[in-house]
């Protein structure tokens, strides 16, 4: 057969549903042979676009989500969403055009080392030299891409190679189980669970994986410690529950950390050095007892005394078989912490002023959305509200990136949730920096007939950086810009736009977006004014206090 044909039934035999992306002249023969397939194509308007798209799916189901580009600049462009799979460990396999390399008559034009461009991205790159060897690359580049830890993968095709002739086959995937706990480690952490006298749980974004909600949750009903989770951990236990103590959404001095540093033993769940530390280590202060797939990356702030290294979801579910609960544990100081944070956390979050507060557009978000619906989060200092305000109950629920933390990728993330899960409310929730960085996309939605709201959160500059920027003391300068009209904007494209006018109307626009299938758009003025104040301030004078 075709080799373009072979590498298509390669990804269908490896369960590929969709393939994001733009396709160039290097790809016509894929483009036909996925014409032919069970794959469906969703035509993006921007490869970052599309890389994000694939990234996201990979994060939802665990599969490996697939990309497409042409040679040079449509390579060029999932640099960024190549290191936001990689970072966020999200199964991901980038599929770009080239040239012929047998024989071609047009010099260097567009031509650049795509290969050697992706090796510090990615996890595997590799150039396909031959039709037959398709099977056995495509095999290999999934099977990273999905293995602990997930991540981004490579595979450039050539236009002569996808159009040469090959007897080879598609290879079946084998199951592979992953490597347990050693007994002797799982008693140790019993032990020392067991010893402390105020034990913690910590879920970080290595946890969020599947399997791994159920056995935590297992964990925490039959022992009653309480829990923190980092940003990319939100959702894996349910955070409605009363062991929740909060996320740690700054980087020190919130109420959360507090109970950090009272703990004298920190289980550390599912670890990820790309989040910022949660916490850092003293010599001869407390303990530290991690468990993750693999073992700690040692650093100055991290270097547990005990680890428990293999399948996460295991080893808790072994620890909590044989645990038993102690008359001895101590709690107390953690509730009052966290009654100070909750009470802290409804300042505002009622509030009718205007342009909104975003402790208020956090608790309408909430009020509307129901368990399992999701919201995917660009980047900028609203995420930092959402961290704190918005509780999840379930996994990837709140699709958020404290990896790369790339602006941009709030839209696509939405719309790749909405393929995976079309029966669920999927809202984006994007700054107007973020939101224009990806807008054209609101036209692949449009399209693809989609039902996604989207919440532009408008404030007509980088609030991010402003916040920064006062807490430096030094003057609002080279952060504003000016917006197009975004309910136009929306129309222009055949979504449909809404505008707030004042805070008591946010709820009931989202409520009449939910009832009424469409792309829908809402523009949100927000008051930033108050973040150096709270976020800098106010919360690490009010919880040093307690």
């Known amino acids: 057969m075709k080799a373009s044909d072979l590498f298509v039934q390669a990804l269908e035999k490896e369960g590929v549903e969709f393939i994001f992306g733009i396709p160039g002249e290097e790809n016509l023969d894929l483009l036909e042979s996925i014409r032919k397939s069970s794959i469906r194509l969703i035509l993006t308007r921007h ?9 996201t799916y990979g994060r939802l189901t665990g599969k490996a989500g697939v990309c497409l580009s042409t040679l040079g600049p449509g390579a060029t462009n999932f640099v960024t969403a190549a290191a936001y799979a990689q970072l966020g460990a999200m199964p991901m396999l980038m599929i770009t055009g080239q040239k012929p390399i047998k024989s071609s008559k047009q010099g260097h034009f567009q031509i650049i080392d795509v290969v050697d461009m992706m090796q510090p991205l990615t996890k595997f790159t590799h150039q396909i030299v031959s039709g037959d060897n398709i099977p056995s690359k495509i095999r290999e580049a999934i099977r990273r891409s999905e293995e602990e830890r997930p991540g981004a993968v490579h595979l450039e095709i ?3 190679i996808a159009a040469e002739q ?23 952490a019993i032990a020392a669970i067991e010893h402390a006298k105020h034990p913690i749980l910590l879920i970080g974004a290595g946890a969020n994986r599947k399997l791994t909600s159920k056995t935590l949750n297992a964990f925490i009903t039959k022992t009653g410690i309480p829990f923190v989770t980092t940003q990319m951990g939100k959702g894996v236990a349910d955070e409605t529950r009363p062991e929740y103590l909060g996320t740690t959404a700054l980087s020190s001095g919130d109420f959360v950390h507090r109970t950090l540093e009272e703990a004298d033993l920190i289980i550390n769940v599912g670890h990820d050095v790309i989040e910022k530390p949660p916490f850092f280590m003293k010599e001869n202060g407390q303990e530290v007892l991690h468990i993750n797939f693999f073992s700690a990356e040692v650093d100055p702030v991290y270097f547990p005394q005990i680890e428990v290294v293999g399948d996460i979801a295991n080893s808790i579910w072994q620890i909590t078989e044989s645990i038993s609960n102690q008359t001895h544990w ?12 909750e009470e802290h956390l409804q300042e505002d979050a009622h509030s009718d002023a205007f342009p909104m507060k975003p402790q208020r557009i956090v608790t309408d978000v909430r009020s509307v959305v129901e368990e399992k619906g999701i919201i995917a989060l660009d980047n900028g200092v609203y995420k930092i509200w959402f ?11 709140v699709l958020l990136d404290n990896a790369l933390a790339t602006m941009g990728a709030g839209l696509p993330s939405a719309m790749a949730a909405h393929l995976v899960h079309p029966d669920r409310t999927v809202i984006s929730i994007c700054g107007d920096g973020g939101f224009m960085m990806n807008s054209q996309e609101l036209e692949t939605a449009v399209r693809l007939n989609m039902h996604i709201i989207i919440v532009i959160l408008r404030d007509d500059g980088y609030g991010m950086i402003k916040w920064k920027q006062a807490h430096m003391e030094f003057d609002d300068y080279g952060l504003d810009y000016g917006n197009p009209d975004f309910v136009k904007y929306a129309e222009s494209y055949g979504a449909k736009g809404h505008r707030v006018h004042a805070a008591n109307e946010f709820v009931d626009i989202i409520e009449a977006c939910k009832k009424d299938h469409a ?21 690490k004078q009010l919880s040093a206090k307690i």
């Open 387 to 397: 961290a704190r305000n918005y509780k999840a109950s379930f996994s990837n629920t």
């Open 158 to 160: 050539p236009e002569d």
């Open 519 to 539: 792309v829908h758009l809402i523009d949100v003025p927000v008051d930033y004014s108050d973040n150096d104040r709270i976020l800098n301030h106010e919360i």
């Open 166 to 188: 090959t007897n080879a086959k598609p290879l079946t995937a084998g199951k592979v189980r992953r490597p347990i706990a050693e007994t002797k480690s799982i008693h140790q």
């Open 330 to 341: 101590d709690f107390n100081y953690f509730k009052t912490v966290n009654k100070h944070l």
């Open 47 to 55: 490869e970052q676009a599309a890389g994000f798209m694939a990234a």
